[in-house]
């Protein structure tokens, strides 16, 4: 069965440090796998998809199929970096439906 | 271009009720999904409509129906409302089924269910 697990439901950090929101998945074969975000009153929008291999907003997530995980990351948090984040997941095997994890919100502090 | 619309913004019904959810794609889309999205969780797909058809859709009883309009706008319909229906309902638009197909968001109708 498709599942997309996010361990943080709170992830807090220093403006400047590291972040790293986690991902982990559950599928059989190749995912499409997607990062979305959500500022606050704002909807729900697209910010990188494992296949455009891209940096959005100083953001990378590298698809590692042995560890099943498509985790977040970004060298120097910003405190405009505050937000939901979604991973989700989909994909042939999964009859194109989109699997959404439970979110991880990061706070970054000033 | 307004992007995803969708109404009302809120609404309050009691248990037994049905409702009728309302979506507006992003101009140019042609599929529209529904998400219910309970407090701390992330959205749970109910089904896709293209081509005015439900394509795909996830674990939601039959209470959960749709319909979707030459015009490419959908509504989503719950009859026999339960307490557990309270949740945010998300609309997202894109253009066509594929997996690979980035998906619009609504701002959402929140439905309270007493």
């Known amino acids: 069965a498709q599942r997309v697990t996010q361990p943080e439901k709170l992830l807090s950090v220093f403006k400047g440090a590291p972040v790293e929101l986690k991902c982990n998945y559950s599928y059989s074969g190749s995912p499409e796998l997607f990062w979305y975000v959500q500022y606050s009153r704002q909807r729900l929008q697209l910010l990188l998809r494992?296949?455009s291999r891209e940096s959005i907003k100083g953001f990378t997530a590298d698809l590692n199929k042995g560890e099943t995980s498509f985790h977040l990351k970004k060298p120097f948090a910003q405190e405009e970096d505050s937000a939901m984040y979604y991973c989700?997941?989909?994909?042939?095997?999964?009859?194109?439906?989109?699997?959404f994890g439970s979110g991880t919100k990061l706070n970054v502090k000033p | 271009d307004a992007g995803v619309t969708q109404s009302p913004t809120h609404l309050i019904k009691t248990r037994g009720q049905q409702v009728t959810l309302r979506c507006s794609p992003k101009s140019g889309h042609d599929t529209v999904s529904w998400y219910q999205q309970a407090l701390g969780q992330g959205p749970q797909f109910i089904f896709q409509y293209y081509e005015e058809e439900e394509r795909q859709r996830g674990n939601f009883p039959d209470r959960f129906s749709g319909h979707q309009f030459p015009n490419y706008s959908s509504e989503l319909n719950v009859n026999a409302l339960l307490l557990g229906d309270s949740a945010l309902y998300l609309c997202?638009?894109?253009?066509?089924?594929?997996?690979?197909?980035?998906?619009?968001f609504g701002p959402g109708t929140r439905l309270l269910v007493l």
């Open positions: 997202a638009s894109s253009l066509g089924m594929g997996a690979r197909e980035t998906q619009y």
């Open positions: 989700a997941l989909s994909g042939p095997q999964a009859r194109n439906k989109f699997y």
């Open positions: 494992h296949i």
